[in-house]
Nanobody, 123 residues
Framework: VQLQASGGGLVQAGGSLRLSCVAS????????VGWFRQAPGKEREFVAG????????NYADSVKGRFTISRDNARNTVWLQMSSLKREDTAVYYC?????????????????WGQGTLVTVSS
């Protein structure tokens, strides 16, 4: 399966962005999807995940209450709505999927990765 992430850009602190992740090559309707991010000089970290049905979501503590993950399996698309953005949210954001229906928070459990989209939050 191929993943295409998009929607990143430059935004002021307090602003919002919506990232999209579109799958092709194979449906990911029965597989969990996660968003990760990697800031300069830091390790990749889990941001949010959604189960195969969309009925279960999970968030890193640092983004709870500000980010919302959702999906539309008919459109093979997952979104990450980001609000109240902070400078520390600046990073390259990646969507990922694998072969498991439930959410995982470790990058090693995801086999397929998008190319990443850069989010820059300015003060």
């Amino acid at each position: 399966v191929q993943l295409q992430a998009s929607g990143g850009g430059l935004v002021q602190a307090g602003g919002s962005l919506r990232l999209s992740c579109v799958a092709s090559g194979r449906t990911f309707s029965y597989i969990a999807v996660g968003w990760f991010r990697q800031a300069p000089g830091k390790e990749r970290e889990f941001v949010a995940g959604v189960s195969w049905s969309g009925g279960s979501t999970n968030y890193a503590d640092s983004v709870k209450g500000r980010f919302t993950i959702s999906r539309d399996n008919a459109r093979n698309t997952v979104w990450l709505q980001m609000s109240s953005l902070k400078r520390e949210d600046t990073a390259v954001y990646y969507c990922a999927t694998g072969t498991i229906a439930t959410i995982r928070q470790t990058s090693e459990e995801y086999a397929y990765w998008g190319q990443g989209t850069l989010v820059t939050v300015s003060s």
